[in-house]
């Protein structure tokens, strides 16, 4: 039979190197705006790659990365997978017992680290009970070392330093582990999901075209969705793909440094959670921004509210795009695009169609599953939403058992609860799996739950997301006390013993103590019930219930 | 390794249906203009996949057309590969004999032939030596069988009436072998092009985003260009996957059929070879057409002259996308897309760019070599292009001794002679396979140069193409005549011979007797010497230089 060359994401750098020598990559630093070229970016990813070599990295061993957005973190997404490595995107938000997992779970052979980072993964170095036995480099992204208790350390303008600016590229398979990132947001220990190069290939022409996320030569687009969130949302290789320039905000962008970079770099496409574009909205009201550049925000990782899809389309012509998907989908999957005619129904109806998640990529397909198998897309019945195709996952790294469960036939069954309209807009109503997203990052309930009954004086215990306005959703304890216990005592004790273990941004706003946790009928917790009598509850978050950003 | 579901085509017509189930597909036939939706050829692929079923044709047979654009050959479209089998599009405008080498070598099961076409494949059938005995059946598209000597013959709609109108579409893997298109522009015999799922898939995937032909839901969509022409360049299934409203021109529109398909259908988008639209402009002159709804041409097959690309966008506001590409290319590889900035350029100098082959699609890769190796993109130097990806093949069918000089490490050698410029844009200078292109259509002067060359009165001949308004080549055939030999009486001998094996549209418009043909160093036939000194030589052409479209 007929082949082809394998589907890698090398001709994209190839491409855009030739192509578009010239176009910029902007990055935003503690020192400034750098600014680079595809020429110049290609021969740096070149030097990473000739330095691995030299330092004795496996082409078949993973590198992980715990960075930011800037440009060396965007280095890695080229010099490692094209060298036939397999990038591995660390969350550095996440519990230190959770990264701790991942690394000794990935076996990961080198991490580079940005110096904001520095602290937190010396945390989890310290007592880590070899979990990062197979590290036998960290890199420090900058041109200095600090002190630090990681060790052996470079720094990366050392590590890269006098290399050769051309690399002998090897021809690879399609099947050859390209990237990996690990899914928290349910229950039990991290997921790692495993990318191929033919996954990433195909994700990135998934979302290139008008269905996905329409990015052409002439766009300048600025992910502020985090690097190491599923890849950025896969925005660095298909901009790249595209031709397109980059700007990348750097740690910790605030709404001024955002506005700012907007207005300064020309941005037209920016993406991100819910929360970031919230947070501009309340600068634009202060301060004056020049956002004409600006076409399109892509906002995904929790739903946008209606009204902040109205603010930014009649106070900033900026269309909004609401967007759907999943670690283990790529991230991509649905995007709320109008269709035709559309555009000339009243906005209230359109604005409808554009808080869902959405409509199906194409070259995807899914169905909704109910008790009694698939429900008809009536915008009434809902189900278990089950999605299938060349960039979405079909199994989790190393975990059998979650295999079994969360995989059939091909079908990545993902525990968001949809229901679909006539029209194919997929709706998400509930989750199976129970998490909190709070500023578009997962909080486990259940982890909550399992230490909060772990507290001798706590008889049941539940924990949901109540609806916030800046964060989403926050997590509120709902506590049964044994009989005589002090309430007051129970619920600073309780904090104390969370706070241990889990970030700041991780603690519940509130505990509630109720008499009994309300039950289904086959006797497990109802937390609807919950979500519902309490969706108004108003709790007073944290200045920052997201994670710390540095 | 983590997997994924297979690329395959079933799920943009999965998608199309669900997502667009009211979108049209709109045929001209004979009888009017016919209308179908999305939901309802859904209906109709599936009841063709099982009357194939019934016919007790295997999934894993070729079944070939010998068809113009309408909704019946797009039914094949999908409902052929979706069940496993091999789409084998026949261009009915070749010789009789390279019809029955294709067929044969094909091993075509089925056949399914336009009414207007049945002359052509009885003329094919007739002496075809045991060609055709692979084939089971015709089936003639259209409600009626006419009075053939096919057989057995049947008509589509009594083939495929009364079947069940869903299909328990298998999963395949995405190596299956889905397309077929051979290829007879160089020398010898026709060379057949295998497209897997995967490959079909992807090239789908790599004309959707705005670096290819940006295609959206919201485009109508007219090819022009005829479906056994590399399968009308993909748009049948990349309309599909955008959810766009097709348009099928049916059997051999003339420019007023064009030009009021597009004011009635709001035609958005179309795509054929330069003679199409310099004929439309031609209409235009005389007539009145709203092209208001049109904002692009896809021109491909042949160059586009920059004229046209210039009366288009100034007296029509539509803007003409020059495309490049092969039958061994799926067939779009490259695009002669503006650059950011070259907008503002004067338009001269942007015209210069875009009567080019253009910028290469992300996802591929390519190389020009000279003697000597890669020769660098100065606009000077100029070799051969080699160009590579996911939806170049790496072989031809049961052909080993081209693969052996057409292909190297996985490289597809085009034949065609380039250069490129600093920017990237690919231009064509020079075939090196000698083909000539009437009206879009090969003819390969080597196989006219032999039957010429047959001729006793003859010492030698070569035919080259030369440049004309209307057809861009058309060909001239240049004979050195024996000794004492009367040119008059040769000339129409050579024309008479021709005749019986070639169609009408093939034969030379001028026989020009030379005294010798010029050589190269290395005594080969030096057809540029030709080309250079006759390349305003005016020739004749017949009123259809083009095959008879009906």
């Known amino acids: 039979m007929a082949g082809t060359t394998a589907q890698t994401l090398r001709p994209f750098l190839w491409r855009a190197a030739r192509l578009y020598p010239e176009r910029e990559i902007v990055s935003r630093t503690h020192e400034g705006i750098e600014r680079t070229t595809y020429a110049a970016y290609e021969r740096r ?91 036998e480099r960290f890199v420090v992204m900058g041109g200095e070392v600090p002190d630090t208790s990681l060790a052996p350390v470079t720094d990366y303008e050392s590590f890269v330093e006098g290399h050769d600016e051309t690399y002998d590229w090897p021809d690879l398979d399609e099947e050859t582990p390209a990237g990996m990132c690990y899914t928290s947001g349910t229950t039990g220990k991290p997921k790692g999901v495993e990318y191929t190069q033919s996954m990433m290939w195909a994700h990135t022409m998934g979302i290139l075209p008008e269905a996905g996320l329409d990015l052409g030569a002439d766009d300048v687009v600025m992910p ?69 550049s600006l076409e399109r925000i892509a906002i995904g990782g929790a739903a946008a509210p209606k009204s902040l899809i ?7 012509g900026v269309q909004v795009l609401h967007a759907w998907g999943m670690t283990e989908t790529s991230p991509v999957a649905a995007a709320a695009h109008l269709k035709p005619g559309m555009e000339e129904w009243p906005a209230e109806k359109r604005d409808e169609k554009r808080v869902k998640q959405g409509l199906v990529l194409p070259g995807l397909e899914f169905k909704v599953m109910g008790e009694d198998g698939e429900v008809p897309w009536n915008d009434e019945d809902f189900g278990e939403l089950w999605i299938r195709g060349p960039w979405v996952t079909t199994e989790y790294f190393q975990r059998p058992e979650a295999n079994e469960t969360d995989f059939e036939d091909g079908w990545l069954k993902t525990g968001d609860v949809v229901r679909v309209d006539s029209e194919g807009y997929i709706q998400i109503v509930d989750r199976a799996k129970d998490v909190i997203k709070s500023g578009g990052e997962w909080i486990s309930s259940q982890e909550l739950e399992n230490a909060i009954m772990a507290h001798d004086d706590v008889s049941e215990a539940t924990v949901i997301g109540v609806p916030h306005e800046k964060w989403q959703e926050r997590p509120v304890a709902f506590v049964v006390p044994r009989e005589g216990v002090g309430k007051g005592p129970l619920a600073s004790d309780l904090m104390d013993l969370l706070s241990t273990e889990y970030p700041k941004w991780w603690l519940p706003d509130d505990v509630v103590y109720i008499e009994s946790v309300p039950k289904t009928a086959t006797g497990k917790f109802d937390k609807k019930v919950l979500r519902e009598e309490y969706s108004n509850h108003a709790v007073e978050a944290p200045e920052e219930a997201a994670p710390d950003e540095e």
């Open 310 to 316: 109205r603010t930014y389309e009649e106070e900033h």
């Open 45 to 135: 990813v070149a030097q990473l790659a000739n330095a691995l070599d030299d330092a004795g990295v496996g082409r078949d061993e993973r590198i992980a990365t715990v960075c930011w957005n800037h440009t060396r973190h965007f280095e890695t997404y080229f010099g490692v997978p094209c060298r036939g490595s397999q990038l591995h995107t660390i969350n550095p938000l996440l519990p230190d017992h959770h990264i701790q997992y991942i690394v000794e779970n990935a076996e990961d052979r080198l991490v580079f680290v940005d110096p904001s980072l520095v602290e937190k993964l010396e945390s989890c170095y310290a007592d880590s009970n070899g979990a990062f036995d197979t590290v």
């Open 224 to 292: 502020v969705v985090p690097m190491f969130h599923v890849m950025a949302w896969g925005l660095p290789h298909a901009v790249t793909a595209a031709g397109g320039k980059h700007v990348y905000p750097g740690p910790a962008p605030d709404p001024a440094d955002i506005a700012r970079l907007i207005e300064e770099e020309e941005v037209t496409f920016t993406a991100g959670v819910p929360t970031v574009w919230l947070g501009l909205l309340e600068y634009l009201e202060e301060n004056d921004a020049d956002l004409s």
